[in-house]
């Protein structure tokens, strides 16, 4: 059985709910339906949008989510996709754990048995044999989700804990790897307005923000020699993509599992002709700098070769408050490490980056 993608984008509640309707959010819901469904990797077929009809409430939604689930298969290239697009909220003192909770269309601001609770949906995640499980999550306090867990200890509120660097607990199953996107970083409050960028078309403008950039990147592509674009590659594609705009105060979060940045989710929209058919190597800091925060696939080479220039670079990435930047400084020292083997080099490289650090042995 192929890969299955779920829409679930509420955007109207009752009069007394207390919550606002937004038609960002039915926007960008149809969007990553007409994007997902001209993408061959998925196609029409393996894509479902939930309509307005059948999102009123937890059951119906999460009969739609068992369902997608059920019928994503264990082929080795399979992938059950959902992605949630709505308001959300997270109480503390709610029975069972701290957990994210989803608006459904019946949900009530102050009445949190009204909401769907984000385990059920991660619940029925688990329960799928698809090779690759990601979530979506465009919506407050999504920087939350990895509170939930595979495990009584985690389920019951317990943090996710970090193992060679991959966070584990959530959508955790050993066979299977797992990813999510989350329009929350480090600030819980997402903005639900529509975007009106000028680097979006006309079909993008008035999504919501994060998503609004996401499936910008999904439309158009990336200059990336390659033809699915991973992980990695959307993540830092979409930061990008959200520095540019420069109306957004958000930028995204990706907790991997047991998946790896180099995991294939999306097919890569741009042409041979618009992909770079040779980076740039730029002769000043800055401008590597530039690069880096603007393209995808740096070829490091042309900088390593010079320790002072690489530790200007990482210096220079490391003064901004991108978390992309913070991103690019960590693979040039991860080169630098392989390529300055002389302790000279290694010495100019660590003065130059201004955070001197003595070499393991």
């Given at each position: ?165 991959i966070m584990t607990g959530v959508l955790r199953a050993a066979h299977n790897s797992s990813c999510v996107f989350t329009a929350a970083n480090e600030d819980s409050r997402v903005e639900a307005g529509g975007c009106t960028s000028p680097i979006l078309d006309e079909n993008l403008r008035g999504c919501t923000p994060f998503s609004a950039h996401l499936l910008n990147v999904l439309k158009k592509g990336t200059a990336d020699h390659v033809d699915v674009l991973t992980i990695g590659m959307i993540r830092d594609a979409v930061e990008r993509d959200m520095i540019a705009c420069k109306r957004h105060r958000n930028t995204m979060r990706m ?107």
């Amino acid at each position: 059985m192929p890969s299955r993608a779920l829409i679930i984008g509420p955007s109207r509640y009752g009069p007394d709910s207390g919550l606002q309707d937004h038609a960002s959010i039915a926007r960008s819901a149809r969007m990553y339906g007409e994007v997902l469904g001209q993408d061959p990797r998925w196609g029409a077929e393996n894509v479902e949008v939930l309509t307005e009809d059948r999102l009123g409430s937890g059951i119906e939604v999460m009969d739609a989510v068992t369902r997608a689930a059920a019928e994503a298969g264990r082929d080795p290239d399979s992938t059950l996709l959902i992605v949630y697009i709505g308001h959300g909220i997270f109480w503390s003192d709610v029975p069972g754990g701290a957990e994210v909770h989803f608006a459904v269309g019946s949900s009530r601001r102050a009445e949190p048995y009204t909401w769907l609770s984000s385990w059920y949906i991660y619940y029925a995640m688990r329960k799928s044999e698809a090779k690759r499980k990601v979530l979506i999550a465009d919506c407050c306090y999504s920087d939350r989700l990895g509170h939930l867990g595979g495990d009584p200890a985690e389920a019951a509120g317990a943090a996710p804990t970090l193992s060679g660097g991959i966070m584990t607990g959530v959508l955790r199953a050993a066979h299977n790897s797992s990813c999510v996107f989350t329009a929350a970083n480090e600030d819980s409050r997402v903005e639900a307005g529509g975007c009106t960028s000028p680097i979006l078309d006309e079909n993008l403008r008035g999504c919501t923000p994060f998503s609004a950039h996401l499936l910008n990147v999904l439309k158009k592509g990336t200059a990336d020699h390659v033809d699915v674009l991973t992980i990695g590659m959307i993540r830092d594609a979409v930061e990008r993509d959200m520095i540019a705009c420069k109306r957004h105060r958000n930028t995204m979060r990706m907790v991997l599992n047991d998946a790896r940045e180099y995991m294939p989710l999306f097919s890569n929209k741009s042409t041979a002709e618009e992909r770079l058919a040779e980076l740039p190597n730029p002769s000043e800091p800055e401008g590597w700098v530039d690069l880096m925060l603007t393209e995808s696939g740096v070829d490091l080479d042309p900088l390593l070769t010079d320790p002072v220039k690489a530790g200007r670079v990482v210096a220079l990435l490391s003064e901004r408050p991108e978390d992309l930047a913070r991103r690019k400084a960590e693979q040039i020292v991860t080169g630098a490490d392989e390529r300055f083997r002389e302790a000279e080099q290694f010495a100019r490289f660590w003065n130059s980056s201004h955070q001197p650090r003595t070499r393991a042995a």
